[in-house]
């Protein structure tokens, strides 16, 4: 199937061949990230400007290495160097950026919605890094190949989403991917910062962190997002890990062979114990590699390269790469 978006603001709005398509292109970038040398350059005389209104150590790094790796011009803009500081609008920065002649804006913000304002303006591609607590599609991408690559399929497989959900994007792109994809999700943590009325969504609701674990999966760890909440939702910190934290008495009650996510960053001792975060059930740092692969597949398709040849491209590249 070919890819016909210039854009990727959502999981919501594709559709399962999409979603395939994607983690299809995610499975043959991950061969190239996993090989000696990586440089495929099929993006070669591109422009891509990651435009990071908010702070990123993952999606940040990994799209600029996807970006080198596939041979375009990459440049970073911050927030606080860039001159949103001296009142300029969003909307001009973005123009100015598109006058730049970006192919690609990877845009991250505090508030929902501005990639979309974004590629409503401008002819360059538009890639949402995370806006608000709306979506964070490359995260899901990069949480759904981890299970594919562990499960071989979504097909009834069982995911706990625990922890802050209300302020998370990662929870809301994430349910929105593997409940298309055949996969139940539960979610749980504090009825404060877990509303009932996520069910519409097609998920199933839990208060009792036992019961959320103990036919998981998978278990995707969500950090409190302090900063999209005004007031605390729960009492303390210490309440909030003594009734939902991932400690070595939970992962006992959990199938034996049930696997650890969490997006980061992590807050050890808080939503997981360090032990856990490092053990051998935590695929934590194989969803970091895998983000790679998936912003290589994201720039890809949505500079318009077919992802039917994908194949016959990669193979001018990786007998090379592998050979040398
Ligand atoms: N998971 C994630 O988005 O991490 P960063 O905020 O470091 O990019």
């Not at 009834?156 to 625990?162: A, F, H, M």
Request: proline share 4%; net charge neutral; with cysteine.
């Amino acid at each position: 199937m070919n890819w016909t978006r210039k854009d990727l603001l959502d999981i919501e709005s594709l559709s399962s061949d999409e979603i395939k398509t994607f983690l299809n292109c995610t499975r043959k970038f991950k061969q190239v990230c996993l090989s000696p040398r990586k440089h495929v350059p099929f993006l070669q005389g591109y422009t891509i400007v990651n435009f990071f209104v908010e702070p990123s150590t993952r999606t940040r790094t990994s799209f600029e290495l996807a970006g080198k790796h596939l041979g375009a011009t990459v440049v970073n803009l911050t927030a606080n160097m860039s001159s949103l500081q001296k009142g300029e609008t969003l909307k001009d920065t973005a123009k100015n950026l598109e006058a730049l002649q970006a192919d690609v804006l990877i845009v991250r913000h505090s508030a929902s919605g501005v990639p979309l304002f974004i590629s409503e303006r401008v002819r360059s591609s538009v890639i949402n890094a995370g806006d608000g607590a709306h979506a964070h599609p490359t995260q899901a991408f990069l949480d759904a190949f981890t299970i594919l690559e562990k499960r071989g399929s979504f097909d009834g497989v069982k995911v706990t989403i625990l922890g802050d959900i209300l302020f998370s994007r990662v929870a809301r792109s994430d349910i929105w991917l593997l409940t298309k994809m055949g996969a139940h999700v539960t979610l749980c943590g504090p009825s404060t910062l877990v509303p009932k009325n996520f069910e519409k969504m097609g998920c199933r609701v839990v208060y009792n962190v036992e019961e959320a674990l103990e036919d998981a999966d998978f278990i995707n760890l969500l950090r409190i997002q302090h900063e999209r909440q005004k007031k605390s939702a729960f009492p303390s910190l210490r309440e909030y890990t003594a009734l939902f934290g991932l400690t070595k008495e939970r992962v006992e009650l959990m199938k034996s062979d049930a696997i650890i996510m969490h997006p980061g960053p992590i807050n050890r001792g808080v939503e997981i114990d360090s032990e856990i975060a490092d053990g051998e059930r935590s695929v934590v740092l194989q969803e970091v590699t895998n983000g790679l692969a998936v912003r290589m597949a994201a720039l890809y398709l949505t500079t318009g390269n077919n992802p039917d040849e994908l194949d016959a491209r990669l193979a001018e590249y990786l007998p090379q790469i592998v050979s040398k």
